[in-house]
């Protein structure tokens, strides 16, 4: 795949990491783009197993491609996944990003049959406000296809970040007006462990 070169170093680095210390089977996967990478897993879920392999302005694909290396070895019993985001600001149309999340779940589905993934909500950042329509389509899309299979799930962590105004809470993003500031993650990590309280025992 184009493109896919960019982000060698980023996977052969989780490798350098793996080699060293190897994460623990069945602990909780964030992967996906930046919005993964700059999340301080450790201090907003301490004492809970988890590995980050996000790498930043990544898309559907790139996840997708990498996921053999930095997704299946792991076999985590849950993936948290956050992209779609990136994919759309590069002019991918929503049909095809659709695709590609619906075969980054189909791959994980075949070697990991057990393992729940759960989708992030494609954030509304003031930077790209002008494609909210689009990317608020694609998280119904998700939102539905995620409701085909008890093995998925869908978050909604848009729609508290918006304001009174229905505009995007700026405290909410460094000043880049992209990235999530550590109020954004603050919000983002408290609507996530509601979540993995509610899930079965099994996949807690």
Same mark, same amino acid.
């Given at each position: 795949?184009?493109?896919?070169?960019?982000?060698?170093?980023?996977?052969?680095?989780?490798?350098?990491?793996?080699?060293?210390?190897?994460?623990?089977?069945?602990?909780?996967?964030?992967?996906?783009?930046?919005?993964?990478?700059?999340?301080?897993?450790?201090?907003?879920?301490?004492?809970?197993?988890?590995?980050?392999?996000?790498?930043?302005?990544?898309?559907?694909?790139?996840?997708?491609?990498?996921?053999?290396?930095? *997704?299946?070895?792991?076999?985590?019993?849950?993936? *948290?996944?956050?992209?779609?985001?990136?994919?759309?600001?590069? +002019?991918?149309?929503?049909?095809?990003?659709?695709?590609?999340?619906?075969?980054?779940?189909?791959? *994980?589905?075949?070697?990991?049959?057990?393992?729940? *993934?759960?989708?992030?909500?494609?954030?509304?950042?003031?930077?790209?406000?002008?494609?909210?329509?689009?990317? +608020?389509?694609?998280?119904?899309?998700?939102?539905?296809?995620?409701?085909?299979?008890?093995?998925?799930?869908?978050?909604?962590?848009?729609?508290?970040?918006?304001?009174?105004?229905?505009?995007?809470?700026?405290?909410?993003?460094?000043?880049?007006?992209?990235?999530?500031?550590?109020?954004?993650?603050?919000?983002?990590?408290?609507?996530?462990?509601?979540?993995?309280?509610?899930?079965?025992?099994?996949?807690?």
């Amino acid at each position: 795949m184009a493109g896919q070169a960019n982000w060698e170093p980023d996977i052969l680095a989780f490798e350098r990491q793996d080699r060293e210390r190897f994460p623990p089977k069945g602990a909780i996967l964030f992967a996906g783009s930046s919005t993964m990478v700059r999340w301080n897993l450790a201090l907003h879920f301490p004492g809970v197993p988890t590995i980050n392999r996000g790498f930043g302005g990544s898309q559907i694909r790139d996840s997708l491609f990498y996921a053999p290396r930095i *997704v299946l070895p792991y076999q985590p019993r849950l993936i *948290v996944f956050y992209a779609g985001e990136n994919d759309l600001a590069f +002019g991918n149309p929503p049909d095809r990003v659709e695709a590609d999340y619906r075969a980054f779940v189909a791959l *994980v589905r075949r070697a990991l049959p057990e393992t729940v *993934v759960l989708f992030l909500s494609i954030k509304p950042c003031p930077s790209r406000w002008p494609l909210w329509p689009v990317m +608020g389509d694609m998280n119904a899309r998700i939102r539905t296809f995620s409701a085909s299979d008890p093995h998925l799930d869908y978050l909604d962590v848009a729609t508290p970040m918006l304001g009174s105004d229905g505009r995007p809470r700026p405290e909410l993003f460094k000043a880049d007006a992209l990235h999530l500031s550590e109020a954004g993650y603050a919000l983002w990590s408290a609507r996530l462990r509601p979540w993995l309280a509610r899930r079965p025992a099994e996949n807690r």
